[in-house]
């Protein structure tokens, strides 16, 4: 985990934004679009509300970041 939330930090200023987030998301390749039960916007839309979710500020803290990934292990 730590390492993924590093590497997104490219600037590293010990946090991630939303839009770091989004620039290494590729929905093209989600599931549900190539089987075309959703749009890509409608995948990358779904998968950026999972972030940020306890101070809507646009800045993923690691803990937040942890969570959402924890949540979708649970799903894998």
Request: hydrophobic fraction near 35%.
């Amino acid at each position: 985990m730590r390492q993924a939330y590093d590497f997104l930090d490219n600037k590293k200023c010990g946090h991630i934004t939303l839009d770091q987030i989004a620039q290494g998301f590729d929905p093209s390749a989600h599931p549900c679009v190539v089987a075309g039960k959703q749009t890509e916007r409608e995948a990358y839309m779904e998968f950026m509300g999972q972030f940020n979710t306890q101070e809507r500020d646009g800045i993923v803290s690691f803990d937040e970041f942890q969570e959402v990934h924890k949540d979708m292990s649970c799903c894998v």
